[in-house]
């Protein structure tokens, strides 16, 4: 993946530092190959909002927002539908940030793991701190038995390394591979693991060259679940 491809994944997913998302909406401007990978990316992640339930707004949401904008309750039609519009567009991106981000995962990626399903089908996870920014990406293809980590916002520990590990349920964790160097695509062959939906994919700071034991050693910094990709 280009450093070009990557920005406009990070732009469309909103992991990219305000600074940074300012100065690519800009040099979009001018930019049309730039233009078109966001384009790209944006049309790929749209029908996440259909993943969403709509959740109806409180009763009185609509006339405060019109009273701030000095506007009559009984405002045109065309303002109360573009309000809407927006609506949907937060409660998507609010609810399914988590999601956007594992499917986003699962576009850009190819990945791998045996035994997950007889068809070859997708598997991807979100890996964050303790929930939040998006630090890194995994896609698990169940045809060609890889995994395809792609990590965005990753600290790595002065002096030890970043190991990764898959849980499935109460089972002792796996090892699957030390997390390489900088932010490139890695790609890591693995077999006899046993994956299954909603297991996860976890990441130990450990001693350099990984556990000396097959087992976890250091405190847990990142973590994300599997999902299938629609």
């Known amino acids: 993946m280009s450093d070009r491809d ?5 732009y469309v997913l909103g992991t990219l530092p305000p600074e940074e998302r300012a100065a690519v909406a800009l040099e979009a401007r001018t930019n049309a190959g730039l ?19 709509p959740v109806a707004p409180p009763p009185h949401l609509r006339d405060r927002i019109l009273a701030r904008a000095n506007m009559p309750s009984a405002a045109n039609d065309k303002v109360v539908a573009g309000l809407r519009r927006r609506l949907r567009y937060w409660q998507a991106g609010a609810a399914a940030a988590g ?6 995962a699962g576009t850009m990626l190819t990945g791998p793991l045996a035994s997950f399903g007889k068809r070859g089908d997708t598997y991807v ?4 701190q303790d929930g939040q920014t998006p630090a890194m990406l995994v896609s698990v293809d169940t045809k060609s038995g890889q995994v395809q980590v792609l990590p965005l916002r990753v600290e790595r520990p002065a ?27 890695t790609s890591l062959r693995v ?40």
């Open 125 to 128: 996870a979100m890996v964050t």
């Open 191 to 230: 077999s006899g693991i046993p994956l299954a939906e909603s297991g996860v994919f976890a990441l130990t700071v450990e001693p350099p060259g990984g556990s000396p034991s097959g087992k976890p050693t250091g405190p847990v910094v990142y973590s994300g679940t599997l999902i299938r990709q629609p």
């Open 6 to 10: 990557q920005r406009a994944a990070e």
């Open 99 to 104: 999601i956007a981000a594992v499917i986003l």
């Open 35 to 53: 233009a078109a990978e966001i384009a790209w990316w944006q049309a790929r992640l749209s029908p996440l909002a259909d993943m969403i339930e």
């Open 159 to 185: 002096g030890h390394s970043l190991e990764i590990w898959y849980i499935a349920g109460e089972n002792a964790p796996r090892s699957v591979g030390l997390l390489g160097d900088g932010d490139t695509l």
